[in-house]
């Protein structure tokens, strides 16, 4: 528990995400199981993160000063957010508010935190030297709460111009920080060596960043009339095109990273939690392309997206499947031992 990931609830959000994408798809039966299981997963990692923070306060700090682990944090913002748009999609709205305030709030409070504690704070430079693919998930993290306040914008009555208004701003904060932040990795990819060691699966979640831009673009897009939506509409509607064209050009340089890294280098390939970091991305391709495709009428993007779910939930699948033999080891070897 003193070493729990901080990154560790990109679990609910790719078992959400993957939800969402089958349930898209007609198999209602196993999305409805994978709610489930993500709301387990997210009731045992938020009971585990306070229990570290009681009992190992130095481990949990060192993590925020941690430039390499701090952005991790944003999971939690995301995997709130990602499970109350699933939520929402039961009809349960009351629910998925709640899950939009407590969301909506880690997401401004961490947006300072962490870039200054493990930023801006740090007495050692330069910082860049350890940006990573977990950056991005300030981005997802942004974008989530755009997707959950588009979701329950047609579902109130009241606060219809404030839910807007707040997906339309955490959206352009959101697109705005993919620019930053891959500029910052850009910079330490160019200028700093780089080692098989050096890509891990976090680096998805550059595509990933911009699949959830794309889907909550498209909800944004599709939302009831109200002034800031009337305003930035068009402008949305052709940005998510744009992040959509690149989240796909990244895939091929994402495979020939891992091919470079796991084949080429031989860096073995086993369970780790930041696994979760590429399964999300996956799925949230596969969502923002049918997203795309009803509401700008694409159907060749649309059905790339579909495609794309059957692949996220076979990776899903065998990544889970690790994840419950590493942790039955790891219950057993303290016996063992």
Same mark, same amino acid.
């Given at each position: 528990m003193a070493n729990l990931t901080p990154g560790y $609830? @990109?679990?609910?959000m790719a078992t959400c995400i993957v939800s969402i994408g089958v349930n898209t798809n007609g198999l209602t039966g196993l999305s409805l199981a994978l709610l489930w299981l993500a709301v387990v997963c997210y009731v045992v990692l938020v009971a585990g993160t306070v229990w570290r923070a009681i009992s190992f306060p130095a481990e949990l700090r060192a993590d925020f000063m941690d430039p390499r682990r701090g952005f991790g944090f944003f999971t939690f913002v995301a995997g709130t957010d990602v499970l109350g748009t699933r939520i929402a999609g039961t009809g349960? $709205?009351?629910?998925?508010? @709640? +899950?939009?305030? *407590?969301?909506g709030l880690a997401w401004l409070v961490l947006g300072y935190i962490v870039p200054w504690t493990a930023v801006l704070g740090r007495e050692n430079r330069? #910082?860049? @030297? /350890? @940006?990573?693919?977990t950056w991005f998930i300030w981005v997802v993290a942004s974008q989530s709460v755009a997707v959950l306040a588009a979701a329950l914008e047609p579902a109130v009555e009241i606060g219809r111009r404030e839910l807007a208004l707040l997906a339309?701003?955490?959206?352009s904060v959101g697109a705005i920080l993919y620019a930053a932040v891959g500029i910052f990795v850009a910079a330490r990819l160019l200028l700093y060596p780089l080692r098989?060691? /050096? +890509?891990?699966p976090p680096y998805w979640v550059s595509m990933g960043a911009t699949a959830i831009t794309v889907v909550a673009g498209a909800r944004i897009v599709e939302m009831a009339d109200a002034p800031m939506v #009337?305003?930035?509409?068009g402008l949305i509607a052709g940005t998510s095109v744009v992040f959509w064209a690149f989240g796909s050009w990244l895939i091929l340089p994402l495979l020939a990273a891992g091919w470079w890294r796991h084949v080429v280098h031989r860096v073995p390939l086993k369970y780790e939690p930041t696994l979760w970091s590429m399964? $999300?991305? +996956?799925?949230?391709?596969? *969502?923002?392309?049918?997203?795309?495709?009803q509401a700008d009428r694409l159907p060749i993007v649309e059905g790339i997206g579909r495609a794309e779910t059957w692949v996220a939930l076979a990776v899903w699948t065998v990544v889970f499947a690790a994840m419950v033999v590493h942790l039955a080891r790891a219950a057993v070897r303290p016996q063992q031992g």
């Amino acid at each position: 528990m003193a070493n729990l990931t901080p990154g560790y $609830f @990109a679990l609910v959000m790719a078992t959400c995400i993957v939800s969402i994408g089958v349930n898209t798809n007609g198999l209602t039966g196993l999305s409805l199981a994978l709610l489930w299981l993500a709301v387990v997963c997210y009731v045992v990692l938020v009971a585990g993160t306070v229990w570290r923070a009681i009992s190992f306060p130095a481990e949990l700090r060192a993590d925020f000063m941690d430039p390499r682990r701090g952005f991790g944090f944003f999971t939690f913002v995301a995997g709130t957010d990602v499970l109350g748009t699933r939520i929402a999609g039961t009809g349960h $709205f009351e629910i998925a508010l @709640a +899950l939009l305030v *407590v969301g909506g709030l880690a997401w401004l409070v961490l947006g300072y935190i962490v870039p200054w504690t493990a930023v801006l704070g740090r007495e050692n430079r330069p #910082v860049i @030297a /350890d @940006a990573n693919g977990t950056w991005f998930i300030w981005v997802v993290a942004s974008q989530s709460v755009a997707v959950l306040a588009a979701a329950l914008e047609p579902a109130v009555e009241i606060g219809r111009r404030e839910l807007a208004l707040l997906a339309i701003c955490s959206w352009s904060v959101g697109a705005i920080l993919y620019a930053a932040v891959g500029i910052f990795v850009a910079a330490r990819l160019l200028l700093y060596p780089l080692r098989p060691t /050096d +890509l891990t699966p976090p680096y998805w979640v550059s595509m990933g960043a911009t699949a959830i831009t794309v889907v909550a673009g498209a909800r944004i897009v599709e939302m009831a009339d109200a002034p800031m939506v #009337v305003a930035t509409r068009g402008l949305i509607a052709g940005t998510s095109v744009v992040f959509w064209a690149f989240g796909s050009w990244l895939i091929l340089p994402l495979l020939a990273a891992g091919w470079w890294r796991h084949v080429v280098h031989r860096v073995p390939l086993k369970y780790e939690p930041t696994l979760w970091s590429m399964v $999300f991305p +996956l799925g949230m391709y596969g *969502v923002a392309g049918q997203y795309l495709g009803q509401a700008d009428r694409l159907p060749i993007v649309e059905g790339i997206g579909r495609a794309e779910t059957w692949v996220a939930l076979a990776v899903w699948t065998v990544v889970f499947a690790a994840m419950v033999v590493h942790l039955a080891r790891a219950a057993v070897r303290p016996q063992q031992g």
